[in-house]
C-alpha cells in the first residue's frame, strides 16, 4: 500500500493498516509535510509525482489528498496499474469525476471512493431491514445530517472547506456521503431533484459589537458568550487531553505555547463572523428516486455534532434510526423491534462508526483475492450518487426542479 497526503484522513487509514499487519502494510507515504510522514517507511516523498515517477512499486494506494487535488494522482495511479481507494468526494466537477471513473474502468483497476457510511454495521442492519421486506415498499424517507455547530466553525468556516474554490461546494465536501447513502438504502437512482439552502449565520452582518478579528483580541465579555470562541473550544480540549481530530488539525505540538501561536496566526484563530468562507451553512434536498419514492434531506450546522438521524416509511411497516439504534415498527402486529448497532461515534475521530474499518477491510479484501463486489462504494455507484448532488446544486443555485442524465 502507498499512502498519498498523510492528513488526518489518510493517517487514519494507514493506523487501521498498521492494526492488521497480516492484511497489508504501508511501503511509501507522499505529504509535503515532513511531521506527517511516519518513520519506518521504505518510500518516502514530498509529492506524489515523485511516487508516481518511481512506476508501480505497491499493489494499491490510498489518495487522501484535498478535494480539489484528487484526480491527477488518481489518473496517473490508474495508468500504472494501481488498486485504488481515493477520499470522498471524487472531485468537485463533474467532468473530472467522470474522468476519474473512466480511468479505472479502462485501465480494469479497483476503484474504492471513501463513502465510509455504507460500510457500518448500523448501515448494514438498515439495508437488511429494507432488503428483507418488512417494510413493505419504500415510499417516503427523513434524512437529517446535523453537522454541529463546533464542527461547522472548525471545518466550513474556518478551516480547509470554508471556500468552493479552494475545496467544493458544501453538499459535496460534506454531504455526498448522505446522497450516497439514500441511494444505497432506497436501492433506487435518483431521478429528480431540487434544493434550497445558504450561507445564514457565518457572515460579517452577524459580528457581535466590538468583537475582534481573532478569539484571542476578542474582549472578555464577547468572547466569553460566543458559542464559537476559538480559545474556549481548542484550549478545553487541549486541557482535557483530547490530542486528536480536530485539535490535531490546528497544532502538532500539543502544548499552550503552540496552541496560542497556531490561534495568533493561523487559520482556526478567526473569529467566525471575519473569515473568507462562502459555503452554505443549511441546505435542504428534496428528491424523488425513479420508482416515484421521495425523500428530504436535511444539512445544517446548527445542532450539535452527532449520528445522522433517518426515518424511512414503508407500505407495510417504518424505520427510524440514529445511527446506533433502529426502530423497526410493524403495521400489521403493531410492534416495535428494537435493534442495537453501537459501533462508536459518529466522527472522524470515532471512525465514523465502524466505517473507516469497514472500508478499508473492503477495499483490503477486493485487491487481495479480485473480488471487487467486496467493495459497496465503486465508480458506477458514486458517479450516480455525485451526479445526483452536482443536480441538487445546480437546482439550488437556479431555483429549479432538475433531471438527471445518465450516468
Known amino acids: 500500500m502507498a499512502v498519498v497526503g498523510a492528513g488526518i484522513r489518510g493517517r487514519g487509514y494507514a493506523e487501521w ?97 471513501g463513502h465510509v457510511l455504507r460500510y457500518t454495521p448500523y448501515t448494514r442492519a438498515v439495508r437488511s431491514i429494507v432488503d428483507s421486506g418488512r417494510l413493505g415498499r419504500i415510499v417516503s424517507a427523513q434524512h437529517l445530517e446535523p453537522v454541529g455547530y463546533w464542527h461547522q466553525a472548525h471545518s466550513f468556516v474556518r478551516g480547509n472547506w470554508r471556500r468552493e474554490d479552494e475545496s467544493s461546494f458544501m453538499l459535496m465536501a460534506k454531504s455526498c456521503h448522505d446522497i450516497d447513502w439514500l441511494q444505497h438504502i432506497v436501492g433506487q437512482p435518483i431521478a429528480r431533484v431540487s434544493s434550497f439552502g445558504s450561507l445564514t449565520h457565518f457572515t460579517p452582518e452577524n459580528r457581535p459589537p466590538d468583537a475582534a478579528g481573532r478569539c484571542l483580541d476578542c474582549p472578555p465579555r464577547v468572547e466569553s458568550t460566543c458559542a464559537f470562541s476559538a480559545v474556549r473550544f481548542y484550549g478545553s480540549r487541549l486541557r482535557d487531553g483530547r490530542h486528536y481530530w480536530p485539535l490535531d488539525v490546528v497544532i502538532d505540538d500539543f502544548t499552550p505555547e503552540a496552541l496560542h501561536q497556531a490561534l495568533r496566526e493561523g487559520p482556526y484563530g478567526r473569529c467566525v463572523y471575519a473569515c473568507d468562507n462562502d459555503v452554505v451553512d443549511h441546505q435542504v434536498v428534496l ?121
Not at 31 to 53: I, M, Q, S, Y
Not at 287 to 312: I, N, P, Q, V
Open 17 to 113: 493498516i498498521g492494526a492488521h499487519p497480516d492484511r497489508a502494510r504501508v511501503v511509501a507515504v507522499a505529504d509535503p509535510n515532513p511531521r506527517r510522514r511516519p518513520a519506518g517507511v521504505e518510500h518516502v516523498f514530498t509529492d506524489w509525482k515523485d511516487l508516481a515517477a518511481r512506476g508501480r512499486i505497491a499493489d494499491c494506494v490510498i489518495v487522501a489528498t484535498q478535494d480539489a487535488m484528487h484526480r491527477d494522482p488518481v489518473l496517473a495511479f490508474a495508468a500504472q496499474g494501481y488498486h485504488i481507494m481515493v477520499e470522498k468526494p471524487l472531485a468537485p466537477t463533474e467532468s473530472e469525476c467522470r474522468e476519474m471513473v473512466a480511468a479505472a474502468l479502462s485501465n480494469d483497476v479497483i476503484l474504492a471512493v
Open 287 to 407: 428528491l424523488e428516486f425513479a420508482d416515484g419514492a421521495t425523500a428530504t434531506f436535511t444539512m445544517t450546522a446548527f445542532t450539535d455534532s452527532e449520528h445522522r438521524k433517518t426515518r424511512l416509511f414503508g407500505t407495510a411497516g417504518a424505520l427510524e434510526g440514529d445511527g446506533q439504534t433502529i426502530k423497526v415498527f410493524d403495521f400489521l402486529t403493531n410492534h416495535t423491534e428494537i435493534i442495537d448497532t453501537t459501533a462508536g461515534g459518529s466522527s472522524a475521530a470515532d471512525g465514523h462508526g465502524g466505517g473507516d474499518a469497514g472500508l478499508m477491510d473492503a477495499f483490503i479484501g477486493a485487491v487481495a483475492t479480485g473480488d471487487r463486489n467486496l467493495v459497496l462504494s465503486g465508480p458506477a455507484a458514486t458517479l450516480n450518487s455525485h451526479l445526483a448532488v452536482f443536480a441538487a446544486e445546480k437546482a439550488r443555485r437556479t431555483n429549479t426542479v432538475v433531471q438527471l442524465g445518465v450516468a
